[in-house]
């Protein structure tokens, strides 16, 4: 029952969340309603029994991918008004694509084999998926997994090598560098001839 | 099994309703009397000269870029902990190649200054 | 876990060795602060000879047998050893001939070095995947330090264009492939190509919804691997990715990258669906004969040297398929040998080509002044007439004229085609090759009976000079004594 409720109030925050990613003026709104749309839709995971797809929504997407989509739009310089230019005018196709996905849904929720697919399989108390994910993911797909840490690092290799730039015109300052000056280096003693006086 | 996150769900509600609640009672009982001029943004006495967002710096991109590929890395972390008992020895050494991989790649981002902020 | 399965992993020591070999590069390119990275390259060479001998090792040990590791998703063949010596020997190359160039252009960063290395280890994954999850992530390895090599040219617009171009593109094509694993992994419910190719069998025979589900997915596999290849009419980047690119990353993604392609539509065609050869055998066909048509006529239309071996690149892997797709007739592989074993040897071939031509590009580019247009070959013999007989020898082979390694190449795939009763396939083949001399046989008329267009520098020496005289010569002794390599290759195809 409890459930049932949860369901609902996490599917109502998702549908508004969505609708206002696209219907929000200032971009970086429509990514914070992202980022409420995911988090909800990982509450919804959880309600499924899926734990991990949970947390990995939660720390992959909500966690670094949206902040690398405010970053992007916080870095690009968009004009809004000639975003908003034209929005009207796609309302057409818009009509026709929803219209069609409005009645694909009907069909399949309507058709008398939608029923028949919800699993009625008894899982086993403390059963856990993310355990069973775990017992296969670091013994028969090891291979796999380690590809996937020299993919990682190449990515790292990457984006330095194609976005780290060293600027010349900085005045920051290094206190390491400053430190190791030494005296030698900044003074330098001359020793003159005393002029005596004729 | 759900009912372990019942207290999440129960601490996500009072969080909510500790931070609406202070905003609604303000608005309920507090003085409200707004006009266009109370309510456009101002500049020290003037008109705004532009809009208040400014660009990022392109820096900001590979920080986030490097923070992303650690946090991917501790995705593979949870399932790992959770299973640590079943998978024994070998997945252990599994992850620490898998974490090593990754402190070469660390140590290269902090030797090569992509963590400095001049 | 006992002692005797730890050891069995050794088998993969050519990629454990590339691995900590690759990553102490990167370490040991931090310490040193030199313009020629004489240290880094030296390393990095020394890497890849440690790799080689130790895949002699397992090559070896392995007494043409064949090991299944890591549960299945590694296989060690013959074939596997064989296409890994080839990757370690272009590779090794292609650093010879790409370091003047990039040295003197400022370009010969660490990172070109790691890169390569990687892109390497992720041909070597790819070249002993007996998984769709292998298969993919050797090849996102791949692709994702190509990308990176053709971006890291980062003030040049053409190839931060050309990189954006090939991301996107490389991401729609790794779409399609997945979408097609997803879907043979839907109705057989395996990603191992040892399982794969049993359950296909008997899918297909038993019911034709299943068939036609199979016939679905491998549509998209093909398109994958047409893709990857750069065939007809999923050819579209090459052009633009080898134009934009520096030409020492051109070098690299025009040949090693083209073994790890043929190894990719062997291990998912031959190893993973041979049930279903009757379908893909006339997708290839279609392929086949595009690419030839498509890249011998727009070659031809091409003033920038480049663009013109890109061009070339396409009607050479449709060439490949012909090999490919002669493999299997009316359900039985007698032919299978000589066909696929005919497609590995055009294809080392044609790697060994490739290899020389954008070397010899390389060579000829000086300080500041590219040589990438038809009319920089002007005049090219009385420049530096060594170089220009190499480009000679490398053009004629291209060509396919006798007695270059690359007649030969193409002789053995017709004559695979002409055995499978393909006759017209055969006729069209020749046919567009006559087209493709054309302009093949322009460079040439250009480098011998022009008059240079600008002052006279002679190229470059040391030792990419010499080893791009090695690689002249190669060619031409495989054109005259070609049995030695093509027994190599259909041993190792008997291996698959």
């Not at chain 3, 040193?32 to 130790?54: D, H, M, N, P």
Request: overall charge neutral.
């Amino acid at each position: 029952m409890l459930e049932t409720i949860v369901f609902y109030a996490f599917a109502a925050i998702l549908l508004g969340a969505a609708l206002r990613v696209i219907t929000a003026r200032n971009p970086v709104h429509a990514a914070l309603a992202l980022v409420l749309a995911f988090f909800t839709a990982a509450g919804i995971w959880l309600l499924l029994r899926a734990e991990f797809l949970a947390i990995t929504l939660l720390l992959v997407y909500v966690g670094a991918v949206m902040v690398l989509f405010l970053f992007v739009v916080m870095m690009l310089d968009v004009n809004l008004e000639r975003l908003r230019e034209g929005f009207w005018k796609n309302l057409p196709m818009a009509v026709v694509v929803g219209g069609i996905m409005a009645f694909e849904l009907v069909a399949m929720l309507a058709s008398r084999h939608f029923g028949s697919a919800t699993s009625t399989r008894v899982v086993p108390a403390g059963y856990s998926n993310t355990r069973e994910l775990g017992r296969v993911l670091y013994t028969q797909y090891v291979y796999a997994f380690e590809i996937a840490a020299v993919i990682l690092l190449v990515a790292i290799i990457a984006a330095i090598a194609l976005t780290l730039r060293r600027r010349k015109d900085t005045k920051a300052l290094d206190p390491a560098l400053q430190l190791a000056a030494r005296r030698e280096e900044r003074v330098r003693l001359v020793s003159m001839p005393a002029e005596t006086e004729r | 099994m759900l009912a372990e996150y019942f207290p999440i769900l129960l601490f996500i509600l009072v969080g909510l309703a500790i931070g609406v609640a202070p905003m609604l009672l303000g608005r309920l009982l507090g003085p409200n009397r707004p006009d266009p001029e109370k309510l456009s943004p101002y500049e020290c006495g003037f008109e705004a000269f532009e809009d208040a967002r400014m660009k990022f710096d392109v820096r900001y991109y590979l920080v986030a870029i490097l923070f992303i590929l650690f946090d991917l890395e501790i995705a593979f972390l949870f399932p790992w902990a959770v299973a640590l008992n079943d998978i024994g020895m070998a997945g252990f050494l599994a992850m620490m190649l898998f974490l090593g991989i990754l402190v070469v790649g660390f140590a290269y981002e902090w030797a090569k200054g992509a963590l400095e902020w001049e | 876990m006992s002692l005797a399965q730890l050891l069995s992993h050794l088998r993969a020591l050519p990629e454990m060795v590339l691995l900590a070999g690759a990553c102490a590069l990167m370490l040991v390119d931090l310490a040193s602060k030199s313009e020629t990275r004489r240290l880094s390259y030296l390393f990095a060479q020394g890497v890849l000879l440690i790799a080689f001998c130790a895949t002699l090792f397992v090559l070896s040990e392995s007494e043409g047998k064949r090991y299944y590791i890591f549960y299945g998703l590694f296989v060690s063949d013959l074939l596997s050893h064989v296409l890994k010596l080839f990757a370690f020997i272009t590779v090794s190359a292609v650093l010879v001939y790409a370091r003047p160039y990039l040295h003197e252009r400022g370009l010969l960063k660490g990172e070109f070095l790691t890169l390569l290395l990687f892109a390497l280890l992720g041909i070597l994954v790819m070249i002993s995947a007996n998984s769709f999850l292998s298969l993919y992530l050797g090849l996102e390895l791949l692709t994702l330090c190509l990308y990176a090599l053709v971006a890291l040219n980062r003030d040049s617009a053409a190839s931060t264009e050309a990189a954006m171009k090939y991301f996107v593109l490389g991401a729609l094509a790794s779409g399609l492939l997945l979408y097609g694993m997803s879907m043979i992994y839907g109705a057989t419910g395996s990603l191992l190509f040892t399982d794969i190719g049993p359950q296909t069998a008997a899918l297909a025979a038993s019911s034709s919804s299943m068939r036609t589900l199979l016939v679905f997915g491998l549509v998209f596999v093909v398109a994958g691997i047409a893709f990857k290849l750069g065939a007809v009419p999923f050819h579209m980047w090459i052009p633009d990715v080898y134009h934009g690119a520096s030409t020492a990353v051109t070098l690299v993604i025009g040949t090693a990258p083209k073994l790890a392609a043929f190894a990719m539509a062997l291990r998912l065609l031959v190893n993973g669906l041979p049930a279903l050869a009757v379908d893909w055998q006339q997708m290839l066909v279609v392929l086949a004969v595009l690419s030839m048509a498509l890249g011998n006529l727009a070659a031809i239309a091409q003033s920038n040297l480049k663009r013109m071996l890109a061009y070339s690149t396409i009607s050479h892997m449709g060439f490949m398929l012909l090999g490919l797709l002669s493999g299997v007739v009316g359900g039985n592989r007698l032919n299978a040998v000589d066909a696929y074993g005919a497609a590995m040897f055009y294809t080392a071939v044609y790697v060994l080509m490739s290899l020389g031509a954008f070397g010899v590009l390389l060579l000829a580019s000086r300080q500041g002044a590219e040589c990438e247009r038809l009319e920089d070959m002007k005049g090219m013999n009385r420049r530096d007439p060594w170089l220009a007989f190499l480009m000679l020898l490398m053009m004629f082979s291209l060509a396919g004229i006798p007695p270059m390694a690359g007649f030969y190449a193409k002789f053995a795939v017709i004559s695979a085609v002409v055995q499978a009763g393909q006759l017209w396939l055969a006729v069209a083949a020749v046919a567009f090759s006559l087209v493709g001399a054309f302009y093949y046989l322009r460079v040439v008329k250009l480098m011998y009976f022009d008059d240079p267009a600008g002052v006279a520098v002679p190229a470059g020496g040391g030792s990419a000079r010499w080893l791009l005289s090695v690689n002249g010569l190669a060619l031409l002794a495989l054109g005259l004594l070609p049995q030695g390599l093509m027994a190599l290759c259909q041993a190792a195809i008997r291996s698959l």
